[in-house]
């Protein structure tokens, strides 16, 4: 496999989540091609972040929910 063939937006997504990658090193080369194949015809990173996140199974997925988002926020304040 040919790493310099891949776009860089697709390298750039896999490597930034451990467990695709993970997924992605795993892969036959004909495999690794056909999603390589894949990514060139998407244009937004939310759609690379999409089909990246689609090598990793449901049961390795974090499991993050928050009730309200400002909640991350509460604390002690300063001053």
Same mark, same amino acid.
């Given at each position: $496999?040919?790493?310099?063939?891949?776009?860089?937006?697709?390298?750039?997504?896999?490597?930034?989540?451990?467990?695709?990658?993970?997924? /992605?090193?795993?892969?036959?080369?004909?495999?690794?091609? #056909? /999603?390589? #194949?894949?990514?060139?015809?998407? $244009?937004?990173?939310? #759609?690379?972040?999409?089909?990246?996140?689609?090598?990793?199974?449901?049961?390795?997925?974090?499991?993050?929910?928050?009730?309200?988002?400002?909640?991350? /926020?509460?604390?002690?304040?300063?001053?």
């Amino acid at each position: $496999m040919d790493y310099n063939q891949m776009p860089l937006n697709l390298g750039v997504a896999i490597t930034s989540n451990r467990a695709a990658m993970d997924q /992605f090193v795993d892969m036959t080369d004909d495999e690794k091609n #056909e /999603f390589i #194949e894949r990514s060139r015809s998407l $244009m937004s990173k939310g #759609e690379i972040d999409k089909l990246v996140n689609s090598l990793v199974p449901e049961d390795e997925k974090p499991d993050i929910h928050l009730e309200d988002v400002k909640d991350i /926020f509460k604390g002690p304040s300063i001053g």
